[in-house]
């Protein structure tokens, strides 16, 4: 059985997000996407039980998704996996280097892990959480940037943070 795993810190999961997880779905049998801690962003908007209920919510439609989460390093988890390939999403020149970078030194702790990218749709080569999270702030339209399902669960924690 073929297994990816979808790894990132989904605060919260947009409609780029979804787009790789669907088109990982359609290449391996079972998809894996893991909600992981990034040390590098250190006040996330939604907790990691929020983000969980949001990411499984968008992708109950897929079959062979399921939802993890791990709070250690992406090589360490991957290893429950036998052969399992990470995917990752790439919407620009800036986001290989980083990405390239990652692999090497999950490669370095996991050897046999192997990474797989996938280009952006076009449509979604400008969408981040961090634009959605921002927009959010200032209560733009969230449609078509991230799931329908879980519009309201980013506006309401978006009015939250605004009183703060």
């Known amino acids: 059985m073929s297994i990816a795993i979808c790894p990132g810190s989904y605060d919260p999961i947009t409609l780029g997000h979804l787009n790789i997880i669907r088109r990982a779905s359609r290449i391996f049998d079972r998809v894996v996407v893991c909600v992981m801690h990034n040390a590098a962003k250190p006040s996330p908007m939604f907790t990691v039980e929020e983000k969980l209920d949001m ?4 992708v109950s439609r897929y079959p062979n998704v399921v939802v993890d989460t791990s709070d250690g390093l992406l090589a360490e988890y991957a290893r429950q996996f ?5 995917v990752k999403g ?3 020149a ?3 280097e980083y990405e390239f970078q990652m692999n090497l030194i999950n490669k370095k702790i996991n050897p046999e892990m192997e990474t797989m990218f996938l280009t952006a749709s076009e449509k ?3 969408l981040s959480s961090s634009v959605v999270r921002e927009m959010a702030m200032y209560g733009a339209d969230l449609t078509g940037l991230v799931p329908n399902e879980i519009i309201g669960d980013i506006q309401r924690k978006a009015q939250l ?3 703060k």
Do not use: H
């Open 55 to 58: 990411v499984q919510r968008a």
């Open 82 to 86: 036998q052969g399992a390939v990470i």
């Open 90 to 92: 790439l919407r620009a």
């Open 94 to 96: 800036s986001d290989f």
């Open 124 to 126: 979604y080569t400008f």
């Open 161 to 163: 943070w605004r009183k």
